[in-house]
């Protein structure tokens, strides 16, 4: 029954910025590490962004400077703002989580059902 719904996708301008959000629901009694990743057509999934229950964050390289991930503990939620954007930022962008959930003793990965973003004039 836990679900990441994901929200913020869209058609953007080159130079733009979009800011991607993430809930999750369900009964849950923790969230660990929530982040985002990306894939476009004919290429690999890679990481853009996590961040740690404590609040650490990671990022991939090619976002580094223009681009901030936060979370919200109490509400379960982590969102993605992205500045700057270009072409190659264009891909689907989805949510995950590793959390606990009813039932069980351990994390488990969750995934959000993806949200499109597209970076084009």
């Known amino acids: 029954q836990v679900q990441l719904v994901e929200s913020g996708g869209g058609l953007v301008q080159p130079g733009g910025s979009v800011r991607l959000s993430c809930a999750a629901s369900?009964?849950?009694?923790?969230?660990?590490?929530m982040g985002w990743y990306r894939q476009a057509p004919g290429k690999q999934r890679e990481l853009v962004a996590a961040?740690?229950?404590?609040?650490?964050?990671n990022y991939a390289d090619s976002v580094k400077g223009r681009s901030t991930i936060a979370r919200d503990n109490a509400k379960k939620t982590v969102n993605l703002q992205m500045n700057s954007l270009n072409s190659e930022d264009t891909a689907v962008y989805y949510c995950?989580?590793?959390?606990?959930?009813?039932?069980?003793?351990?994390?488990?990965?969750?995934w959000g059902q993806g949200t499109q973003v597209t970076v084009s004039s």
């Open positions: 961040i740690t229950r404590g609040g650490t964050t």
């Open positions: 995950t989580a590793s959390i606990l959930p009813l039932g069980r003793n351990t994390y488990v990965d969750y």
């Open positions: 369900g009964i849950i009694f923790g969230i660990n590490t």
